[in-house]
């Protein structure tokens, strides 16, 4: 199956690569040494995060939200914040070259993603 979107690497992704599938999310993580995938029916929520989101521990997010695990430079930058409703990590961040386009075609392919 071919992807619907493909981010373009850059120093803000580490160089990493993330594509959008009709059905899920690939998000290719360096420094794990692998991919992850997430298909669409275990994202809870979805959305745009302002950069140095460290700050969410003091504007009532809770600690886990606070401490994601970020798999490129999302503590800099403008990223996307994922919840999956399952998984060891359920709060990924991660950087693609445009999040507004990104999320756009995620919300369109996925259907009940509410942010």
């Known amino acids: ?11 803000k ?3 990493q690569g993330y ?13 794990g040494l692998q991919t992850i995938v997430i298909p669409f ?6 959305e745009i995060r302002p950069p140095f989101s460290a700050w969410d521990l003091f504007r009532g997010k809770g600690f886990i939200f606070s401490f994601p695990l970020k798999i490129d430079a999302a503590d800099i930058f403008r990223h996307l914040a994922i919840k999956r409703k399952k998984g060891v ?5 991660f950087t693609p070259d445009d999040p507004e386009n990104f999320l756009s075609v995620v919300k369109s392919h996925a ?3 509410d942010k």
Do not use: C
């Open 89 to 93: 990590f359920k709060h990924i961040r």
């Open 111 to 113: 259907g009940n993603i």
């Open 13 to 15: 992704n580490t160089w």
């Open 41 to 46: 029916e275990n994202i809870d929520a979805i």
């Open 1 to 11: 199956m071919e992807p619907v979107y493909i981010s373009k690497r850059s120093f």
């Open 19 to 31: 594509r959008v599938y009709p059905n899920r999310l690939e998000l290719q993580f360096w420094l």
